[in-house]
């Protein structure tokens, strides 16, 4: 259950990287509170799933999930280049995440 819930943090911390850039800097209401919900929940989550699995695995998974996901919203949302090498590099991100899991004890 611990890695799911981690998984959903991540997501959660796609959520708030985008919002901030819809927040214009926290000067969007709605934006801005959508954000900091997301925020408060990512790392929430983050909190539980790091009672029982290892705090670098599950920060690196974290931090992994919300990069790889932020990144590719960028490209889809934000018009941001798609080249190969960024697309290469997101892929040796999700094969560390892999990586990780696989190698993790819990």
Known sequence: MAWFIL??????EIVWAIGL?????FTRLWPSVG????MLIS????GI?????????AYAIWVGVGM??????GMVLFNES????R?????????????????SSK
């Open 7 to 12: 998984v959903i943090a991540g997501l959660f």
């Open 21 to 25: 850039k819809y927040s214009e800097g």
């Open 35 to 38: 954000t900091i919900v997301a």
């Open 43 to 46: 790392i929430g989550l983050l």
């Open 49 to 57: 799933a790091m009672k029982s699995l290892p705090v670098g695995t």
């Open 68 to 73: 790889v996901g932020t990144a590719v919203l």
């Open 82 to 85: 798609v080249t190969l090498i």
């Open 87 to 103: 697309l290469v590099s997101l892929l040796l991100i999700v094969i560390g995440i892999i990586g990780l899991k696989l190698s």
